[in-house]
């Protein structure tokens, strides 16, 4: 089969572990003919560069190409918002997929897909939708822009779109917020990650115990990302600072911003147990994460919630939508440890410290619940047919 990734927006980078990364990678294990067309950005330890366009084979066997977007009303504003580039028809005539998925809710090509797809009945098209009100549309003109633009490009290709994929609650919201889906088109489809095995968990933790280290009771924890505000890294180091527990070790993946530098760092140098590790590319974090036992995102969302899952960690999250409902909650909320103040967070460590084995029964929880629901090998798959 000839699977199409259209991505003009996705700054696609070798080595992450997006959504778009890991299909591809189970797509080609399944044996498929698979290419990504994408824009020429990437990601370069944690910022964005803009590269040459290409067309080239991965390692993986996938074809990548890059593209320079069209000039759109001589503004590179415009030209992002947009997202056209006249190369697209003619490269998905020369590939002639047999399915597209277009990743996000933007973008003018939908309807030179929606185009393809109606002139060759056999070809299924689906959407993404990554997108919510934390990151996309939050101003009155943005919203408006993607009500008028982008539902303009959607409402055109729509007839031809067979399902539109929604990966959380927050997603749903916002999509239905702004454009007209039909009910029968939405399919909620889980972000996912590689499962570890038990015994693949247990070497990544020997591992981690032995360059670090560290008594073999360790109780270990992560937090990653570009260390923003929203991340709340400020609240979580000063919680962690507050429960004095020897076992207790805490490992930061990322980037700092200039403006949160004279914050975070003081805190990062006042811990002896906290390990600042710099910018990893996702397959470094995700092979990490194998060896911890509690993954700490107390603030803005990502997709290392579901990758640390299927790492066997548990997980600390502040409550958004996509977290509490029905797909994500079949084990009564004990899945993961919810928090939404700097108390919050404290009273987990000191649970936690008082009594591991309730860290141990929720990531056992947590780690069946990812086995079912968030194996890319599996979701990979939902694109082949209808």
């Known amino acids: 089969m000839k699977i199409l990734h259209l991505a003009l927006a996705s700054h696609f980078t070798i080595g992450m572990l997006y959504q778009e990364n890991q299909m591809i990678d189970c797509q080609r294990a399944d044996g498929h003919d698979v290419t990504i067309i994408t824009d020429r950005w990437h990601y370069e330890q944690g910022e964005l560069v803009k590269g040459p366009e290409e067309d080239t084979i991965m390692d993986n066997g996938a074809r990548l190409i890059r593209l320079e977007l069209d000039r759109i009303l001589c503004s590179e504003l415009w030209t992002e918002k947009i997202q056209k580039s006249h190369k697209v028809k003619g490269l998905i005539e020369e590939i002639q997929p047999d399915t597209i998925l277009f990743h996000g809710m933007c973008g003018y090509e939908i309807m030179t897909a929606a185009e393809y797809c109606?002139?060759?009945?056999?070809?299924?098209?689906?959407?993404?939708?990554?997108?919510?009100?934390?990151?996309?549309?939050?101003?009155?003109?943005?919203?408006?822009?993607?009500?008028?633009?982008?539902?303009?490009?959607?409402?055109?290709?729509?007839?031809?779109?067979?399902?539109?994929?929604?990966?959380?609650?927050?997603?749903?919201?916002?999509?239905?917020?702004?454009?007209?889906i039909p009910d029968e088109k939405q399919e909620f489809l889980a972000p996912g990650?590689?499962?570890?095995?038990?015994?693949?968990?247990?070497?990544?933790?020997?591992?981690i115990i032995k360059e670090y280290?560290?008594?073999?009771?360790?109780?270990?924890?992560?937090?990653?990302?570009?260390?923003?505000?929203?991340?709340?890294?400020?609240?979580?180091?000063?919680?962690?600072?507050?429960?004095?527990?020897?076992?207790?070790?805490?490992?930061?993946?990322?980037?700092?911003?200039?403006?949160?530098?004279?914050?975070?760092?003081?805190?990062?140098?006042?811990?002896?147990?906290?390990?600042?590790?710099?910018?990893?590319?996702?397959k470094e974090i995700e092979e990490f994460l194998a060896g911890v036992d509690l993954y700490c995102q107390p603030g803005s969302q990502s997709s290392t919630f579901e990758t640390a899952m299927c790492a066997g960690c548990a997980n600390m999250a502040y409550p958004f939508d996509s977290y509490t409902d029905d797909n994500y909650t079949d084990c009564n909320f004990e899945n993961y440890f919810f928090v939404e103040t700097e108390e919050d967070i404290e009273k987990v460590f000191r649970d936690i410290s008082a009594n591991p084995q309730v860290l141990e029964q929720t990531k056992a929880k947590s780690f069946s619940f990812a086995r079912l629901n968030f194996d890319y090998a599996v979701i990979s798959r939902r694109i082949y047919t209808l």
């Open 118 to 180: 109606s002139k060759h009945e056999d070809c299924l098209l689906f959407m993404d939708c990554h997108e919510d009100y934390s990151d996309s549309a939050r101003t009155f003109l943005s919203k408006t822009f993607y009500k008028v633009i982008h539902g303009h490009y959607i409402s055109k290709a729509m007839p031809q779109v067979d399902k539109v994929l929604y990966i959380g609650a927050d997603m749903k919201k916002w999509m239905n917020d702004l454009y007209v």
């Open 193 to 207: 990650g590689t499962i570890y095995t038990a015994e693949q968990q247990k070497n990544a933790r020997l591992d």
């Open 213 to 282: 280290e560290l008594p073999q009771d360790a109780i270990i924890m992560a937090h990653s990302g570009k260390l923003a505000a929203p991340k709340r890294t400020v609240e979580l180091l000063r919680a962690f600072k507050k429960v004095p527990d020897p076992r207790m070790v805490l490992f930061i993946f990322g980037s700092i911003p200039e403006d949160m530098e004279d914050t975070i760092r003081p805190l990062i140098d006042a811990d002896d147990r906290v390990h600042f590790m710099g910018w990893k590319v996702n």
